[in-house]
């Protein structure tokens, strides 16, 4: 089946990490993706990771997979209030299709 | 243009009235994809584009929506007699359609149905 499912809320301290999980359901996923949305835009991907991959880190961003768990988690080091939006977690489905958690809202306070 | 870009931005209509929603994909770019995002809720698929063709439209809720793609680039997304069910922000995205190839995303259109 297809069903990424994700924490609904974050709420962390300014200067602090981040770390957002998801969990999928199709083990032959290729690739999984972050994206971020910000009020009133559209979907920016932040990062993605093939599943032959265990780590994946981008500047501020450390992904983890756990393939066996298909656990996926995403790690912001030092969140900026700029951090603050909606992050998905997103498994490829086949070819072409991106199945898409609904979406985990983080907060970040000074 | 640099991204994927949709119009309108905002749609406000009346129960009943059919509505046409625009998708202009990045350049080259040969896939497309419509997304629907309700409130709370995560993406929900309906229809991908290869080209002008779309082999997938499992997505799609019900007949009074329709989609076209023409030249390989702009698509349009119909929903005919509207519902306030609807209400929703309608996401374009568009991806080189290679394996692992990541989706691009428009800003949306939020089509609210009064």
């Known amino acids: 089946g297809e069903d990424v499912e994700q924490s609904l809320f974050l709420s962390v301290r300014e200067g602090d990490s981040s770390v957002i999980n998801c969990t999928y359901t199709?083990?032959?996923?290729?690739?999984l993706y972050w994206y971020k949305q910000e009020p009133g835009a559209g979907l920016q991907l932040l990062t993605y990771?093939?599943?032959?991959?265990d780590m994946k880190q981008d500047q501020r961003l450390t992904v983890l997979l756990n393939k066996k768990d298909k656990h996926l988690s995403l790690r912001i080091a030092d969140t900026q209030t700029g951090d603050s939006a909606i992050y998905f977690c997103?498994?490829?489905?086949?070819?072409?299709?991106?199945?898409f958690g609904a979406g985990t809202t983080v907060t970040v306070r000074a | 243009g640099a991204g994927v870009s949709q119009s309108p931005s905002n749609k406000v209509t009346e129960k009943g009235k059919d509505v046409e929603l625009r998708c202009d994909p990045i350049?080259?770019?040969?896939?497309l994809y419509w997304y629907r995002q309700s409130l709370g809720q995560g993406l929900e698929f309906l229809i991908y584009?290869?080209?002008?063709?779309?082999?997938?439209k499992s997505g799609l809720p019900s007949d009074r929506f329709s989609a076209e793609r023409t030249g390989g680039s702009v698509s349009t997304l119909t929903i005919q007699r509207t519902q306030q069910e609807d209400s929703a922000v309608y996401l374009c995205?568009?991806?080189?359609?290679?394996?692992?190839?990541?989706?691009?995303f428009g800003n949306g259109t939020r089509l609210t149905v009064t």
């Open positions: 997103a498994e490829s489905i086949g070819d072409y299709k991106l199945s």
């Open positions: 350049s080259g770019h040969t896939a």
């Open positions: 990771i093939f599943s032959n991959m």
């Open positions: 584009f290869q080209g002008n063709s779309a082999p997938d």
């Open positions: 199709d083990s032959s996923s290729t690739y």
């Open positions: 995205a568009s991806s080189l359609a290679k394996g692992g190839s990541p989706l691009h």
